[in-house]
C-alpha cells in the first residue's frame, strides 16, 4: 500500500513564504511524475506543480515564478518552495501521485494567506 505523507503548510500574510514536503512510503512503486495539486472552496482542483522522474517542472500558470518543486520524484520526495504567497493561494493543497493503474493523493494540508 502506497501513501503520500505531506507536512507543512499554515498560515500566513501575503507575501510571505511557506514550504511542503511530500514522501511516498509504503509499497514501492515506479513514478513518472510527483507534485502538487490545491483545491480552493469552492473551485475545482487545480495543478499546482508537478516534478517529472527526468527532474523536469511543469507549474500551473498562476505560480510561476513564485513557487518552485525541487527532490526526486522517482525516489517518491518533493518539496514545494512558495515564495510571494498571495491570498489566492490559499486552499488545501494535496501531493499527487498520477498512475495509469490508479492515482494516488495525499489526505491534503491547508495553507492559508491572508491579506
Known amino acids: 500500500q502506497v501513501q503520500l505523507v505531506e507536512s507543512g503548510g499554515g498560515s500566513v500574510q501575503a507575501g510571505g513564504s511557506l514550504r511542503l514536503s511530500c514522501v511516498s512510503t509504503?509499497?514501492?512503486?515506479?513514478?513518472?511524475?510527483m507534485g502538487w495539486y490545491r483545491q480552493a472552496p469552492g473551485k475545482q482542483r487545480e495543478l499546482v506543480a508537478m516534478?517529472?522522474?527526468?527532474?523536469?517542472?511543469n507549474y500551473g500558470d498562476s505560480v510561476k515564478g513564485r513557487f518552485t518543486i525541487s527532490g526526486d520524484s522517482a525516489k517518491g520526495t518533493v518539496d514545494l518552495q512558495m515564495n510571494k504567497l498571495k491570498p489566492e493561494d490559499t486552499g488545501v493543497y494535496y501531493c499527487?501521485?498520477?498512475?495509469?493503474?490508479?492515482?494516488?493523493w495525499g489526505q491534503g494540508t491547508q495553507v492559508t494567506v491572508s491579506s
Open positions: 499527487h501521485i498520477p498512475r495509469p493503474d490508479g492515482d494516488y
Open positions: 509504503g509499497t514501492m512503486i515506479r513514478i513518472n511524475a
Open positions: 516534478l517529472s522522474s527526468i527532474g523536469t517542472p
